[in-house]
């Protein structure tokens, strides 16, 4: 089961989040934030496996929370859900730890897929964010092309999706195999060519 702390500072919407998370047969709402200070008590308190934090939040906000959060437990999983996708948000959450960035307009059903994927040690991140900080990352460094030798035919493959935002889940789906067999092939990749996250993975696969 997946402990998962809702932060928030609308009731409404931690009213609607908890409905759906308690819809899932593997998700447990353990606990509910309406600011960046009772978010940080709560996670001390609860050591839930996700947090879900909002951004923009009275007192105490999302991106502090983050940090506090993640400082005092550094394997803390904080997925931010957030109206704001622009650049002015996503980066400085991601530099407070925040493991992945969806949206407010997200389909419910990729809410709880990140929040599976963030439990699971990934980065869930809309795909349109995804690409964005890879397009960035790419653009300003674009002299850099990354060699990525000795890899296998199935993860050249597995490296392409990674690159287009995929899954874990979707990859395996693609390629008509196992979820566990991509983490492997992941874990490889990762280990090959260097890179600590996700993220780094699909940036080297479009430098390259």
């Known amino acids: ?37 009772t978010a940080v008590e709560s996670a001390s308190r609860l050591v839930p496996d996700v947090i879900v934090m909002d951004l923009r939040m009275p007192g105490v906000d999302g991106i502090t929370a983050t940090s506090r959060i993640v400082a005092a437990r550094p394997a803390a999983r904080v997925l931010v859900l957030t109206t704001f996708g622009d650049d002015d948000h996503l980066y400085p959450a991601l530099q407070a730890g925040a493991c992945g960035f969806l949206l407010k307009d997200a389909p419910p059903e990729e809410l709880l897929h990140g929040i599976r994927q963030a439990a699971a040690g990934e980065s869930p991140f809309s795909q349109d964010v995804l690409r964005r900080l890879v397009r960035r990352a790419v653009d300003a460094r674009p002299e850099t092309r990354p060699a990525v030798g000795g890899l296998t035919g199935r993860e050249q493959e597995v490296l392409a999706l990674v690159a287009e935002g995929l899954s874990n889940a979707e990859i395996a789906e693609r390629m008509h195999i196992g979820v566990t067999t991509v983490k492997t092939h992941i874990t490889a990749l990762m280990t090959k060519t260097g890179s600590p996250n996700r993220v780094r993975l699909a940036l080297l696969a479009h430098r390259a």
């Open 1 to 37: 089961m997946i402990r998962v702390l809702l932060v928030d500072d609308q009731q409404l919407i931690r009213a609607g989040l908890r409905m759906l998370c308690e819809a899932a047969p593997d998700i447990e709402v353990v606990g509910e934030a309406g600011d960046g200070r």
